[in-house]
């Protein structure tokens, strides 16, 4: 069974940094692709950032260019997402996500397969 | 950037009402689009990928429609489990996804 565990999340003041972590199981983690995606409160899904399996692409949504950094750790089948420069609009859950390839008459699609149930960031002094 | 739109924003409706969702990108995506449904408390849930490919164990009365910048998400028959707020998502761009702004579906 397919699981992605999220943890780091918490109470950390304007200006700050923290650290997400993702613990992946039940697939072959180092040939997937994963992603973080946010909700913040009354708002909808925000894609933030992609890496490829190998860790050597990464990709970012404008809103966190600079601030986030995605990384993983395939040996400990394990996902990250450094936060710095947190301000008030960083609250939201944060979700780890993995995409994965299905075809739908011959041609290839990316999809959002597998999620996390989401840890929660809150920004406030 | 791509940019996704939805309508409505949210909308009531009744146990077994036919139920239409609109979602509108800001150029060509071919049938790169994907319908997710998200619950309060629970991770978002693939429903439609491919624009019109049902995802494994979702229920029929799913369906989607369209392709290039126009795309269409129907429940045929809605059910209490159906309330929920639902988002459409590009894969063109991959792998700079976007989502629409969801559409809430809620009890009239």
């Known amino acids: 069974e397919v699981q992605l565990v999220e943890s780091g999340g918490g109470l950390v003041q304007p200006g700050g940094s923290l650290r997400l972590s993702c613990a992946a199981s039940?697939?072959?983690?180092?040939?997937?692709?994963m992603n973080w995606v946010r909700q913040a409160p009354g708002k909808g899904l925000e894609w933030l950032s992609f890496?490829?399996?190998?860790?050597?692409?990464?990709y970012y949504a404008d809103s966190v260019k600079g601030r986030f950094t995605i990384s993983r750790d395939n040996a400990k089948n394990s996902l990250f997402l450094h936060m710095n420069s947190l301000s008030a609009e960083d609250t939201a859950i944060y979700y780890c996500?993995?995409?994965?390839?299905?075809?739908?008459?011959?041609?290839?699609?990316?999809?959002?397969?597998?999620w996390g149930q989401g840890a929660l960031v809150t920004v406030s002094s | 950037d791509i940019q996704m739109t939805q309508s409505p924003s949210s909308l009531s409706a009744s146990v077994g009402d036919r139920v239409t969702i609109t979602c509108r990108a800001s150029?060509?995506?071919?049938?790169?689009l994907n319908w997710y449904q998200h619950k309060p408390g629970k991770a978002p849930k693939l429903l439609i990928y491919?624009?019109?490919s049902l995802q494994s164990g979702v229920p029929s009365r799913f369906s989607g429609s369209g392709s290039g910048t126009d795309f269409t998400l129907t429940i045929s028959s809605l059910q209490p489990e159906d309330f929920a707020t639902y988002y459409c998502?590009?894969?063109?761009?991959?792998?700079?996804?976007?989502f629409g702004p969801g559409t809430k579906v809620d009890i009239k």
């Open positions: 996500v993995r995409d994965e390839t299905f075809y739908s008459d011959s041609s290839a699609y990316l999809v959002f397969d597998y």
């Open positions: 890496i490829s399996g190998s860790g050597s692409a990464m």
């Open positions: 491919a624009a019109s």
């Open positions: 150029q060509t995506i071919s049938r790169n």
């Open positions: 039940g697939f072959n983690f180092r040939n997937s692709e």
């Open positions: 998502q590009q894969s063109y761009s991959m792998p700079l996804f976007t």
